[in-house]
Nanobody, 129 residues
Framework: QVQLVESGGGPVQPGGSLRLSCVAS??????????IGWFRQAPGTEREGISC????????YYTDSVKGRFTIARDKAKNTVYLQMNNLTPGDTGIYYC????????????????????WGQGTSVTVSS
């Protein structure tokens, strides 16, 4: 059974940091055959890709609003992708989901979320003073 499980969300003050984790299990291919993306859904908005890793080469993509603040990384031994989030702002508030798709580039982030089939349950991040 293919599964993605996110963790690491919570409340944080502006300027603070969080590290989100996405643990994968049950994949039929090796973990590095999958592109992994972090998508964010803010209240009242559609889910959007904010940071993605390509399959095989771990090329990265960051949406403009998180460049220089967020870092995505894969730990193949742990079947885990992390999203380190620094200097958080209230605009980063939302539900963070990870998604996976085989043999994709980092442009996974620019695909409509309705096109993707493998999702985690999400973890909530609230940035507020």
């Amino acid at each position: 059974q293919v599964q993605l499980v996110e963790s690491g969300g919570g409340p944080v003050q502006p300027g603070g940091s969080l590290r989100l984790s996405c643990v994968a299990s049950g994949f039929t291919l090796d973990f590095d055959y999958y592109a992994i993306g972090w998508f964010r859904q803010a209240p009242g908005t559609e889910r959007e890709g904010i940071s993605c890793l390509s399959s095989h080469y771990d090329n990265t993509y960051y949406t403009d609003s998180v460049k220089g603040r967020f870092t995505i990384a894969r730990d193949k031994a742990k079947n885990t992708v992390y999203l380190q989030m620094n200097n958080l702002t209230p605009g980063d508030t939302g539900i963070y989901y990870c998604a996976a798709a085989p043999f994709q580039g980092a442009t996974l982030c620019q695909r409509s979320y309705t096109d993707l089939e493998i999702w985690g349950q999400g973890t909530s991040v609230t940035v507020s003073s």
